[in-house]
C-alpha cells in the first residue's frame, strides 16, 4: 500500500553517485531547449447573474494550433476542468439556466467546437480532512492518526472570485469557509484555493518551485488561521478525478536528485490520464507551514493510493457532470504533516501546490549552480576522463563500422 510507505524524505539522505552525476551531466544540456512554447492567456469570471455568488472562472491559453481551457468553480466543491483543443479558436459555452438544473449535462457548458477537443479530464477537491495524531505510535502504517469528521467542501461558501483576479500575475483565489460552522473554527481564518496560469516557461521564487511551462497551470491550496480540533491535527485533503473505464489514472512516482530548486525532496508524484501524453497533474510530496516555505517549515506529504469511489458517494460538481455526463471517479487522499516536527499548528499555516497540465509534464533538469559545483567537483582529471572515455568509445564504433570493409 502506497500510504503506508516510509515517507521516503528527508533531509540530505540521497548521495547519488558519481556515474549518476555523469549521466546527469549529459542529460541535463537538451532540456533546456525545452518549453519554448509561449500562450496567450487570458482569465475571465463568467458572471452568473444576480443572487448568491455563482463563481465560474474560465482561463483560456491559446497557443499557435491550440486552445487550453482551464474552467474552475465552486459551484458544489472547488472543481477544474481541463479540455485542449487543436485550435486557437476554441471557444466555452455556458447556460447557467442547464447548468443549474439537475441535468446539467443538456449543454450547461460546452467547449466548442465539440471535434476539436483533444483531450479533456477534471479535478474535483472534495473533503478538508483532520486527524488528531497525538496517539500516533512511530510506526507509518498509523498514520495520520485518527480521523476528526471531515469537512465538505461541497458545504462550503466561497468569495466572490472577480475581486481576487490578478490579470499581472494571471491569478484568481477562491477562498471560502464552512456554511455551517457551529464551532467557529473558520472564525478567523479560511480555506483557499489559488489558481495560476503561465504563459512561458518558468520556475516560481517560493518552494517547491516546481518548473512550469505554457501548457501547466498551479494550484495552491493554503489553510490559514483555522482553529484545530486537536494540539497536533494534521490536515488532508480528499481529490477525486475521473476513472478511465475501469481502471484509475495512473500515479507515478519520480524520483529527482537533491537540487538548489527543491532541497532535500528527492520526489516528484504525477498523476498521468493516459499512457501517451495527454494530461497530467504533478506535485512534489512537500507542503509547508510557513508562508515564507524553507527547509524548516518543510512538512511531508502522504499519498494513499488511488481507488474507484463506487461504494460511497461523493459530491458531485455541477461543471464536471455537465461536461462529462453521469461518470465514476476515483479518489485518493494526500496528508500533510507528521505527528512531530513543525506542522500546522506552529503559526496555523499550511500550504500545498501542484500543477494541472496537458503534454508531457515538465522535467527538472540540474539548476546552473548545481552544475557548476558538479564542473568543480568532477574536476580537470574527471573531465579528461570523461572525454577519454567518449573519444575511446567513438573510435571503437569507428573500428566496428570499418571491418566488415576488410
Ligand atoms: C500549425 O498548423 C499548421 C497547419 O496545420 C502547420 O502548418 C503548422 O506547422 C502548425 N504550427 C505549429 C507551431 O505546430
Ligand atoms: C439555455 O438553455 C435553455 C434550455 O435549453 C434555453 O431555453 C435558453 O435559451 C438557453 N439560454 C441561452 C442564453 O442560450
Ligand atoms: C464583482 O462582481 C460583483 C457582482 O457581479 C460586483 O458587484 C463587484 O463590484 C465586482 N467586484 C469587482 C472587484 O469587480
Ligand atoms: C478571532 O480573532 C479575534 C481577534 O483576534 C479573537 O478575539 C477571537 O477569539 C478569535 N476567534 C477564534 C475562534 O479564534
Ligand atoms: C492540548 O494540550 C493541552 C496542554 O498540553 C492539554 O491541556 C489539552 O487537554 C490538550 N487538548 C487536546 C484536545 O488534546
Ligand atoms: C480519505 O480519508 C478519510 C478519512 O480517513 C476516509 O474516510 C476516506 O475514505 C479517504 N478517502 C480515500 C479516497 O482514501
Ligand atoms: C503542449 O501542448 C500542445 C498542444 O496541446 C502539444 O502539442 C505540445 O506537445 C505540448 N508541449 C509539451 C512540452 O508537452
Known sequence: MRGSREPGWGWGRCTPSPMLFVSLLLSAAPLGLLGEETRQVSLEV??????????????????TNSTLHY??????????????????????????????????????????????????????????LEFDSTHVSKGPAELPGKPYPPYSLAEFSWDR??????????????????????????????????????????????????????????????????????????????????????????????????????????????????????????????????????????????????HLTLTYPLPQSPIVRAFFGPQTFCAFNLTFGAPTGPGYWDQLYLSWSMLLGVGSPPVDALSPLVLGIMAVALGTPGLMLL???????????RYSEYQPLN
Request: with cysteine; net charge neutral; hydrophobic share 40%.
Open 46 to 63: 463568467i458572471p452568473g447573474g444576480p443572487g448568491s455568488p455563482k463563481n465560474l472562472l474560465h482561463i483560456r491559453a491559446v497557443g
Open 71 to 128: 474552467v474552475w468553480s465552486s459551484l458544489g466543491p472547488p472543481a477544474v476542468l481541463l479540455v485542449a483543443t487543436n485550435t486557437p479558436h476554441s471557444s466555452l459555452s455556458v447556460n447557467w439556466s442547464v447548468l443549474l438544473s439537475p441535468e446539467p449535462e443538456e449543454g450547461g457548458l460546452m467547449v466548442v467546437p465539440k471535434d476539436s477537443i483533444q483531450f479533456s479530464s477534471a479535478l474535483v477537491f472534495t473533503r478538508l
Open 161 to 306: 472570485i472577480n475581486g481576487s483576479l490578478d490579470p499581472a500575475t494571471l491569478s484568481a483565489t477562491f477562498r471560502g469557509r464552512p456554511r455551517d460552522d457551529p464551532a467557529k473554527a473558520f472564525a478567523n481564518g479560511s480555506l483557499a484555493f489559488r489558481v495560476q496560469a503561465f504563459s512561458g516557461p518558468g520556475r516560481p521564487s517560493q518552494p517547491p518551485r516546481l518548473l512550469h511551462t505554457a501548457n501547466t497551470s498551479q494550484l495552491e491550496v493554503a489553510l490559514v488561521g483555522v482553529s484545530p480540533r486537536g494540539n497536533r491535527s494534521l490536515f488532508g485533503l480528499e481529490v477525486a478525478t475521473l476513472s478511465q473505464g475501469p481502471s484509475c489514472p495512473f500515479l507515478q512516482e519520480q524520483h529527482s536528485i537533491d537540487d538548489e530548486y527543491a532541497p532535500a525532496v528527492f520526489q516528484l508524484e504525477q498523476l498521468l490520464w493516459g499512457s501517451g501524453p495527454s494530461g497530467f497533474m504533478q506535485w512534489r510530496p512537500v507542503a509547508f507551514s510557513q508562508k515564507q516555505g524553507s527547509r524548516e517549515s518543510a512538512l511531508p506529504c502522504q499519498l494513499s493510493p488511488l
Open 387 to 397: 572525454g577519454g572515455g567518449l573519444i575511446l568509445l567513438l573510435r571503437h564504433t
